[in-house]
């Protein structure tokens, strides 16, 4: 199985980025996906999870601001994120099952 995310990068307080993760070696359709983000010194924590049926599950710190969606097709999950704040910058890091991708790095700062 590999992920590859994409989409990281810096972007000002209040701008949006869209992280990308393709999969493959995997059944995507069936498959949960899940995106992580950690910082340095810190535990990795689960911001945004999708189901196989398209059903979704947010962090509070996210809710409102994130969107994670999937398209079967292209066996990729996708992470919409809006009105970022500094404190949203960290490493992110999707999942399926024990896998990890590689992650992409965002920065949020003026």
């Known amino acids: 199985v590999q992920l590859q995310a994409s989409g990281g990068g810096l972007v000002q307080p209040g701008g949006s980025l869209r992280l990308s993760c393709a999969a493959s ?3 995507f359709s069936i498959n949960a996906f ?6 340095p010194g810190k535990q990795r ?22 969107t994670i969606s999937r398209d079967n097709a292209k066996n990729t999950v996708y992470l919409q994120m809006n009105n970022l704040k500094p404190e ?23």
């Not at 924590?45 to 994130?66: L, M, P, W």
């Open 34 to 39: 899940a995106w992580y983000r950690q910082v």
């Open 45 to 66: 924590e689960q911001v945004a999870f999708i189901f196989s049926d398209g059903h979704t599950n947010y962090a509070a710190s996210v809710k409102d601001r994130f």
């Open 25 to 27: 070696g995997v059944v």
């Open 88 to 110: 949203d910058t960290a490493v992110y890091y999707c999942n399926t099952l024990l896998f990890w991708g590689q992650g992409t790095q965002v920065t949020v700062s003026s």
